[in-house]
């Protein structure tokens, strides 16, 4: 029998205490605190956080994809985690208005604590191009460099490794290409095609 939970508390459960005490203005180290050092910092937390959610989406629908049979059961999951990535990305995209009430001469106020810190840098985001099909001579150098010499070492081996496994890309299009309904008794999905185009 499983033991009932114990009572927990909303900012117990959320982790409120570890999440809110991480925004530290690297400004505030030169005593020269930048007002909207604290909005920079907050928005790109608030983008990986989403990352790391759509990488949790990702990853079940890959596994969904990886069966030799995926069950039919599991397309209305997929769907809808597909989508729920989709409305991820709209709130990505509108997050950057939010970032666009700094003005230019707000950013400098701090920009030069950042050297050399870019968003680049995300090892989440570098993890989603992956997942989702973008190939390594398809990316763009970065200081003329291989993307991921940015990073830690082990997080270049998870990077390299990833790249080397299936994509969602490579999952869909091997399940298409094995896909039961274009030959069913009579029925040729593809002379059907034909006929009606």
Known sequence: MKESPSPITYAG????NKILSSQKRKSEEFEAPAHDEMLFI???QTYELWFKQILHELDSVMEMFKADYVNEKNMGIAVSRLHRIVEIQKILI?????LETMTPLDFLDFRNYLTPASGFQSFQFRCMEIKLGLKTPERVKYSQQAYHNLFAENEQEQLLKMEAESTLFDLVENWLERTPFLELNEFRFLQAYQEAV
Do not use: G, P
């Open 42 to 44: 907050v928005v790109h």
């Open 94 to 98: 509108d997050q950057i208005r939010v």
């Open 13 to 16: 459960y959320l982790q409120l």
